[in-house]
C-alpha cells in the first residue's frame, strides 16, 4: 500500500537526519585547498561575512534549503528555522507545497514561517513534475501568498520521484512549465536539484529560457535514492541507483565555465562545514546552501542549538576570510583555492 503524502514527509525528515542516506562519495571540494595567507595585515573587525544575493545583504553566504512542510510536526520545525532566520538575517525556502496544493487545510504549516519572520526573505517551492507544461496563475498566486514569498524554487528531483513506488514517471513538459513561471511569476524563479546535481548543459538549457537562479544541488549529502530505498521493502528497492548523481564541485566547475554573466549560483549538496562554504564560494558560488545539519541540530537540541550553531558559523567564516587576507567575499575568488596534491 503507497503512503500518504503526509506520511511520506515524515519519513523524509526521519530517515535524513539518521546518518544512513548519504552518499558514499564526497562532494569533489576535498580535492581543494584554500590558500593560507600568514601576514593578513587585517584586523578580525575589518573582516565582514555579509553577502548580497538578488538585491538583498544577508549576514551570511548561507541560504536554509527547503526540506520541511505539511505536517503539524514540519510545521513546528518551519517556525523554529524562520525565527532564527528572522533574527540572524539568513534566507531560507519552505518544502515542496505540493501538498498544500492538494490538501489546502496543511496550509498553515507553511504559512507559519512569514508569521515568524515578517522581513526574512523566503522562497516558495514546488515540484518540476507539478509544473509541467504550466501552473493555474490561481494556484501559483496561492503558493506564493501563502508565505508572501519573495522567490519561488522549482524542484527537480526525477531520481527519487522514480525510486519511489508512488512517485511520478513523466518529466516531459517541466522545463516549458519553468519558462512559463519565469515569464508569469511575480517573484525570481530559482531552480534546484534535489541532491543529484545539475550540469552545464542543463544549466544551458535553464538560462535559454530565463532562469537566472540555480541551486546546483550536487551529490555528496543526502541520497534521496538511499531516502527512498530505506522506506521500502528491502526486495524492492533499486540500490544501484543510491550513489547515482554528479559531485557538487564537477557541477559548479562545468557551470561556471559557461561563463553566464547574468547567472547566479547556489552552492548545495554536501555542503556541511564553514570551509566547504569557503571553498564553493571561492570556486564561483554566489550562495551556499544546506538542509540536513539545519534539522539534525533543531532535532538535537531546539531552537536554541540552531542559533548558536548558526552564530558559530558565521564566527568560522570570519576567521576563515581573514586567514586568507580578504575582508568580505566579495574579494573571495579562485586566486585564493588550489587543487590539492
Known amino acids: 500500500m503507497y503512503l500518504s503524502i503526509h506520511e511520506r514527509k515524515r519519513d523524509h525528515i526521519r530517515h535524513t537526519i539518521n546518518g544512513h542516506t548519504q552518499y558514499d562519495h564526497g562532494t569533489g571540494l576535498d580535492a581543494y585547498r584554500l590558500i593560507h595567507n600568514a601576514l593578513p595585515e587585517l584586523s578580525l573587525d575589518d573582516v565582514s561575512t555579509e553577502t548580497v544575493f538578488d538585491d538583498r545583504t544577508f549576514s551570511i553566504p548561507v541560504f536554509i534549503s527547503s526540506m520541511t512542510g505539511g505536517t503539524v510536526e514540519t510545521g513546528q520545525v518551519n517556525r523554529i528555522i524562520a525565527e532564527v532566520c528572522q533574527d540572524l538575517n539568513i534566507p531560507m525556502g519552505v518544502g515542496s507545497q505540493r501538498i498544500m496544493l492538494e490538501d489546502p487545510t496543511v496550509t498553515e504549516s507553511f504559512s507559519v514561517v512569514r508569521e515568524a519572520a515578517p ?64 515569464n508569469n511569476a511575480s517573484v525570481p524563479i530559482i531552480v534546484k536539484e534535489t541532491g543529484a546535481g545539475i550540469n552545464g548543459a542543463t544549466a544551458k538549457r535553464l538560462y535559454n529560457v530565463g532562469v537566472r537562479y540555480i541551486d546546483i544541488a550536487g551529490s555528496g549529502g543526502t541520497s534521496w535514492s538511499k531516502v527512498e530505498s530505506v522506506r521500502q521493502d528491502p526486495d524492492k528497492a533499486l540500490h544501484i541507483f543510491d550513489n547515482w548523481g554528479l559531485p557538487t ?47 539534525r541540530v533543531i532535532n538535537e537540541s531546539g531552537q536554541i542549538g540552531l542559533n548558536d550553531y548558526l552564530i558559530r558559523l558565521k564566527k568560522e567564516l570570519n576567521i576563515g576570510l581573514l586567514l586568507m587576507g580578504i575582508r568580505s567575499f566579495a574579494e573571495l575568488n579562485s586566486n585564493y583555492i588550489y587543487i590539492s596534491d
Open 119 to 182: 522581513d526574512a526573505y523566503i522562497a516558495a517551492n514546488i515540484g518540476g513534475v507539478q509544473i509541467r507544461n504550466g501552473l493555474a496563475i490561481e494556484k501559483l498566486r496561492n503558493l506564493l501568498d501563502s508565505i508572501e514569498a519573495n522567490a519561488l524554487i522549482v524542484h527537480l528531483n526525477p531520481l527519487q520521484e522514480l525510486m519511489q513506488p508512488e512517485g511520478d514517471r513523466n518529466f516531459s513538459g517541466v522545463l516549458k512549465g519553468i519558462e512559463f513561471l519565469v
Open 249 to 295: 564541485a564537477k557541477c559548479l566547475n562545468e557551470i561556471n565555465a559557461l561563463q553566464l554573466n547574468e547567472l547566479r549560483i547556489i552552492a548545495s549538496g554536501g555542503i556541511r562545514t564553514s570551509v566547504d562554504i569557503l571553498k564553493a564560494m571561492a570556486l564561483g558560488a554566489h550562495m551556499t546552501a544546506f538542509a540536513q545539519p539545519i534539522i
